[in-house]
């Protein structure tokens, strides 16, 4: 029953935009800490950024400060990922995780692609 269902991904050009979502089920997103990560083929996974269970607080890699923004709507109990300005680098799989110690759940992944 739990469970973080991801969609948004693609094909985007350099400089475009795309918003992921990360719908949960089974858990309430606002007891949790929220975040992205990201693996490119050959690299090792990546926090990109993650939002807070307690005062919401935000935090990014440096490679997408200014360009991503993650955010919540717990009506909705769904987190997002606009991300902007995209450049080829970012390119990889991006995974939603939700934690509270001790659990920690994952999404299956959505593939993000910035091509021309």
């Known amino acids: 029953q739990v469970q973080l269902v991801e969609s948004g991904g693609g094909l985007v050009q350099p400089g475009g935009s795309l918003r992921l979502s990360c719908a949960a089920s089974g858990f309430i997103i606002s007891n949790y800490n929220m975040n992205w990560y990201r693996q490119a083929p050959g690299k090792e996974r990546e926090l990109v950024a993650a939002i807070t269970s307690s005062s919401g607080s935000t935090n990014y890699a440096d490679s997408v400060k200014g360009r991503f923004t993650i955010s919540r709507d717990n009506a909705e109990n769904t987190v997002y990922l606009q991300m902007n300005s995209l450049r080829p680098e970012d390119t990889a799989v991006y995974y939603c995780?939700?934690?509270?110690?001790?659990?920690?759940?994952w999404g299956q992944g959505t593939q993000v692609t910035v091509s021309s």
């Open positions: 995780n939700a934690y509270r110690w001790p659990w920690s759940r």
